[in-house]
């Protein structure tokens, strides 16, 4: 039996997922979509995709089934326990994203080995692998390099660290000491930084006060942030996310000289990312009541990230700086959005 071709993406209704989709269901060059989620894809979505399923990360079984129905070409994985729910839950975190993505890992090196060709492994991991030991080291590291500063305090941090590691072992060194090498694997790593989406409202996560913040001024409500205004980390308006991944995807394997790529598109402060909402939406109340432990989550996240070797290897550019990602990208979408829900 002929396997078709396809192109799977778990954790396909998060935020991530929605981009990612739209953005790919309309590239005639890549294969259909199998989209794989805990909950039933969005019906939005659904014309978009080849498939849908329902399923956990953790069924192998049902992993094994989709190798064996499909040739699967590229993997999005992009399911996991952001860092708010993985402090809730650390152990389930640990099963979803580090055990969640060794079974992955596996299947698509069978995959791999099946069709004799190397499939495209697309993972994003965080900033949260990062943790600066106080506030006066993250305001003098500036800019942190892939290699700096590795000593995550959440869950979700160790996860994302432990399982970079894992895809550049299964890639380069897996079964070194064998006459056969595998070749089945082609891992390749993006450390997002905060995504903010005009479509979708993150949950989970700790960098959540920003979109909460823009997505609660355009409702009219009040929004009490959870970390203080000088708080600085990282941000990406979603298309640059979505074109980061794309761009890693397709890059020629021989201009990779590494598996894991910082990538950023602009660096604010919860301060002032309020002045820009307040601009806009001139009603929006804003108030400020750090959460200590979430504060403290944040604190320990690098001010900034040096995306240089993103810039040389793949030529990684974002288009959205922070003007541009709320003049052109978040405020007018999250206008219309919310105009048509509110009439
Ligand atoms: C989170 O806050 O957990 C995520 C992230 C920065 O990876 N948005």
């Known amino acids: 039996m002929t396997r078709e071709p396809i192109v799977l993406i778990t954790g396909a209704n998060g935020e991530v997922g929605h981009g990612l989709i739209k953005y790919l269901s309309q590239q005639a060059h890549v294969p259909e979509i199998v989209a794989f989620d805990l909950k039933p894809l969005d019906e939005a979505l ?3 995709v080849k498939r849908y399923l329902v399923g956990d990360i953790l069924d192998n079984a049902l992993l094994e089934s989709l ?3 499909y040739e699967i070409d590229t993997i999005y994985h992009l399911a996991a326990l952001l860092s708010t729910s993985a402090e809730k839950f650390p152990e389930l975190a640990h099963n979803v994203n580090v055990q969640g993505t060794v079974q992955l890992l596996h299947m698509a090196m069978r995959e791999g080995k099946s069709r004799q060709k190397a499939v495209k492994f697309i993972y994003p991991s965080s900033i949260a692998v990062y943790g600066l030991p106080d506030l006066q080291t993250k305001a003098q590291a500036g800019a942190v390099a892939e290699n700096d500063y590795l000593f995550p ?3 979700y941090g160790c996860n994302k660290l432990y399982t970079e590691h894992l895809g550049r072992y299964y890639t380069n060194h897996y ?4 006459d056969m090498p595998s070749v089945g ?3 390749r790593c993006l450390r997002f930084p905060g995504l903010i989406s005009a479509f979708t409202v993150p949950s989970g996560g700790t960098s959540d006060y920003a979109p909460e913040m823009i997505h609660a001024a355009a ?15 990282p941000f990406m308006a979603m298309p640059d996310g979505i074109q980061a991944l ?22 604010a402060t919860a301060a002032e990312i309020a002045t820009l909402v307040q601009a806009e939406f001139p009603n929006a109340q804003i108030s ?4 200590a432990g979430r504060q403290g989550i944040v604190d320990t996240w690098a001010a900034d990230v040096d995306d240089s070797r993103a810039r040389k290897d793949w030529h990684w550019r974002p288009a959205y700086d922070i003007q541009r990602t709320f003049a052109d990208y978040l405020f007018p979408n999250i206008r219309e959005r919310y105009t048509e829900t509110m009439l």
Not at 175 to 178: A, H, I, M, T, V
Not at 222 to 228: D, I
């Open 46 to 48: 659904r014309p978009l």
């Open 67 to 69: 190798h064996q129905d």
């Open 153 to 155: 305090t959440t869950m």
């Open 175 to 178: 079964q070194q000491l064998s």
């Open 185 to 187: 694997l082609d891992f």
């Open 219 to 233: 409702k009219g409500e009040a929004y009490t942030c959870f970390v203080r205004e000088d708080t600085a980390i």
């Open 246 to 267: 794309i761009q890693l995807a397709e890059a020629p394997r021989e201009t990779l000289n590494s598996q894991v790529y910082n990538v950023t598109g602009f660096s």
């Open 288 to 291: 400020y009541e750090a959460s």
